[in-house]
């Protein structure tokens, strides 16, 4: 747990479970003190099943994080089934949109260590 909270950035992700994220990834987070991700820059993520259960970005954990002070990256990142070319590999258009995720990140890193 203190190398999560000592890290610089998150990248954190849930596949989705009845339209929100899991109990174990909400129990996680649960043991965290209020301010242990203050101004830390995160990147929220998700998979599922479902086209709409996208919303679990701006309804579940956009919100956790922000409940956290935690800087939350605009872009979050929601991955179907159809995004992932095999079990290892992502196809192109996704890629792409996990490059651009990247690039903000980065961004806002620049703006917090300036």
Do not use: N, W
């Not at 989705?16 to 301010?35: A, N, P, Q």
């Not at 800087?71 to 890629?95: C, H, I, M, N």
């Amino acid at each position: 747990m203190a190398a999560v909270e000592m890290c610089d950035v998150l990248v954190v992700g849930t596949s989705v479970y009845k339209g929100s994220y899991t109990g174990i990834f909400k129990h996680f987070f649960d043991l965290y003190d209020r301010e242990a991700f203050a101004d830390k820059p995160v990147i929220i993520t998700a998979t599922g099943a479902a086209p709409y259960h996208e919303s679990i970005l701006d309804y579940h954990l956009r919100p956790l994080f922000l409940f956290f002070d935690a800087r939350v990256a605009s872009r979050g990142l929601y991955a179907l089934t159809d995004d992932f070319a095999s079990q290892d590999e992502l196809k192109p258009a996704y890629s792409t949109r996990v490059a651009r995720s990247v690039d903000e990140l980065s961004e806002m890193l620049q703006r917090v260590c300036a």
